[in-house]
């Protein structure tokens, strides 16, 4: 069966150049939610080790760098959907964290991220005092 390219993918047209060399990176996808003592981040990242991935917090910013890797050199792709390559994400965290208590862990090609509110950021419940 003959491909013809260009492929038409999501009412798009995608041009795969093979003779593109220059190095990208792209922006990884995170989802984050809040708790009253945590913050949780989570990014998918299939075919990775937990050793390739590098997650540093520096002042209010949370950076997220690694890389993808899974092209085969000896091949012409026709349809390439699936990311690779170096990726970097970094997010301003704008409430202070305890970062010495800070966890990653990674399981079944997800990073899920815990950076625990400092304690001056979590909530405090002031008890209301009656005066007779």
């Known amino acids: 069966m003959l491909v013809r390219e260009p492929i038409f993918i999501n009412r798009r ?29 989570t990014a998918s990242v299939p075919g990775m080790h937990p050793e390739d991935l590098n997650i540093t917090l520096e002042d209010d910013t949370l950076i997220i760098q690694g890389e993808l890797n899974g092209l085969k050199e000896d091949a012409r792709y026709i349809l390439r959907e699936r ?25 079944n090609g997800v990073l899920t991220l ?3 509110k400092a304690a001056e950021a979590r909530p405090r419940r002031i008890t209301v005092k009656a005066i007779e």
């Open 13 to 41: 047209t995608v041009n795969y150049n093979p003779q593109r060399t220059e190095e990208r990176t792209y922006r990884l996808p995170v989802d984050a939610y809040v708790t009253e003592d945590e913050i949780v981040l």
């Open 83 to 107: 990311t690779h390559g170096k990726f970097e994400r970094r997010l301003t965290v704008n409430v202070p964290v305890d970062v010495n208590a800070a966890e990653a862990s990674f399981e």
């Open 114 to 116: 815990v950076l625990p």
